[in-house]
């Protein structure tokens, strides 16, 4: 092995063919970097713009959900950021949604003790007007039968109903589990079962569905919707849409969805007042925005920088997807700094409504054919706020070749702990690099370490500005950077052979994923 081509080495060392022990004893003291990826490093240490668009960004215009008006103020942000940077941008609608708009929320307890709630509304909830509706709050029967849930029905008028089941511990299992006795956290987690058990089973005696509930009771006259969607972790909930069209939909953090529940449950009969001031815009359009940089041999072949602009409401939609959001424009900006005239165009895609399907890129791709049969690759980031640790081949059958090579051109401190898996699979949905997978281009996820992303951040009322590791994002950027610099100076498009897919459950041949239609229209969750 001592006598292997230095050049072999890289690759397979770029690509994550050998051990990291093999790294210690081959790696040169300097590695000797392509002179534009240095100015790359250097401007991504020395002039790092990325604090600065994520305080812009997420504290100035905040949650980004299709439909609102902070998705517009996004967009024109980012269209003048780009601007000052000298890089076309533009506005591209390709649907229509239904227009929402925050305003203020207080929820506060009024019996048996006054206590303001920490609590929010879903997104597209219905309002109470901006004036303070109080009522008493009841949690769900037990029944024995379908006909004896739409008997008791009416009893819910002018109430507030909890619909979530009440959670045994708001601690999360990895604090159980490194403090607690082994007895005690088998029993917890029995317990826990035993509840979600019961709770499923009284559903479905009900005769209804957990999505359909919500309805039910607004139309039988209740006053609002009290739900409790616990993300397993400390003082995090998911936060998603209403399921009302009539009263205000509302999510509570765990301990005060808890109390009101005990309340209840123990004849206490809380009452809480509400006051919404939302407002329904009625149907406004949903867009992408467009960057570019034109490239001066190739301009209608393109490198495609991929990240979702919109976001849900519960945070400030830091990690899903601002740091996606913010890494792409930084790269844009360090890229027309010390690599101006690119061989091909880099065009930047902030999609619209990924979160409720890929709806933007996949517009993008259907809209866009002549773009997407000359594109090199698309790199795509949108799963926190970590460093790249996993890139998947996608399914293309050369994507150890070229990606091998432009990786091999990165700082090898960035890219000595990435994981490759080539050729891959084609993924199909997840993110917006599936809607061109899907066309036959390369397109690849920069997946990245967790950080919790999936209990603390992801889609919760905790995705805000505090959770980001501008180090690990420094590091992705100089990344992408250098991949979307090689990918543009390549000689010629690359091979998209495909790989033949493995049978599927049946013994029958996998299928590459179809292009699906986005959702043009929408109304909410």
């Known amino acids: 092995m001592k006598h292997m081509n230095y050049a072999i080495f890289s690759l397979l060392l770029a690509i994550g063919l050998l051990p990291s022990a093999v790294h210690a004893q081959w790696a040169p003291s300097e590695q000797q970097l392509d002179p534009v990826v240095q100015q790359i490093v250097n401007e991504a240490h020395h002039n790092s713009q990325l604090k600065q668009l994520a305080h812009e960004l997420l504290d100035v215009v905040g949650p980004r959900l299709v439909g609102t008006p902070q998705m517009k103020h996004a967009h024109e942000w980012a269209v003048s950021k780009y601007k000052d940077w000298g890089i076309e941008a533009r506005y591209e609608e390709f649907g229509e949604w239904r227009g929402w708009d925050r305003g203020i929320s207080h929820i506060d307890m009024t019996y048996p003790r006054v206590k303001t709630l920490a609590g929010t509304q879903l997104a597209w909830s219905p309002t109470t007007g901006g004036k303070a509706v109080e009522g008493e709050v009841i949690t769900l029967p037990n029944v024995k039968d379908s006909q004896a849930f739409q008997a008791w029905l009416p009893t819910v008028k002018g109430k507030y109903v909890l619909v979530s089941m009440p959670q045994p511990t708001g601690r999360p299992d990895h604090n159980w589990e490194e403090f607690g006795r082994p007895e005690s956290v088998e029993r917890m987690k029995k317990e826990r079962d035993s509840l979600t058990e019961a709770w499923n089973q009284n559903i479905q005696t009900m005769g209804i569905s957990s999505n359909s509930l919500p309805r039910i009771l607004e139309e039988a006259g209740a006053a609002g919707i009290l739900q409790c969607y616990w993300s397993r972790e400390f003082g995090s909930n998911k936060i998603f849409g209403a399921r009302t069209t009539i009263v205000p939909s509302l999510d509570i953090s765990l301990e005060d969805y808890g109390i009101l529940y005990r309340l209840a449950e123990n004849g206490h009969k809380p009452r809480i007042q509400v006051e919404t001031d939302s407002k329904d815009l009625g149907t406004v359009p949903t867009f992408n925005t467009i ?203 690359v091979n998209r052979e495909k790989r033949i897919m493995p049978l599927g459950r049946e013994g029958q041949p996998g299928q590459w994923p179809v292009i699906r239609q986005p959702r043009r229209t929408g109304v909410g969750y």
């Open 291 to 493: 960057a570019e940089i034109k490239g001066t041999e190739k301009p209608d072949e393109y490198v495609i920088l991929s990240a979702h602009f919109d976001s849900w409401e519960g945070g400030s939609g830091a990690t899903d997807n601002g740091t996606g959001t913010i890494t792409m424009m930084e790269i844009a900006r360090i890229l027309k700094k010390v690599y101006p005239n690119p061989k091909r165009t880099i065009l930047i895609g902030h999609w619209g409504s990924e979160e409720q399907g890929l709806n933007g890129s996949r517009a993008f791709v259907l809209d866009h054919s002549d773009i997407v049969e000359k594109t090199q690759a698309v790199f795509n980031q949108d799963n926190g706020t970590g460093r790249v640790a996993n890139i998947d081949g996608s399914g293309f059958l050369h994507a150890y070749d070229f990606m091998g090579r432009w990786l091999a051109a990165a700082p090898r401190n960035i890219t000595a702990d990435i994981k490759t898996h080539f050729p891959g699979s084609p993924s199909t949905g997840g993110s917006d690099h599936a809607s061109f997978t899907a066309a036959g281009i390369p397109a690849f996820m920069m997946s990245s370490l967790s950080w919790g992303y999936s209990t603390i951040t992801w889609h919760t009322n905790l995705d805000t500005y505090d959770k980001l590791i501008f180090d690990d994002l420094r590091d992705n950027v100089i990344l992408i950077a250098t991949l979307a610099y090689k990918a543009s100076e390549e000689p010629e498009l």
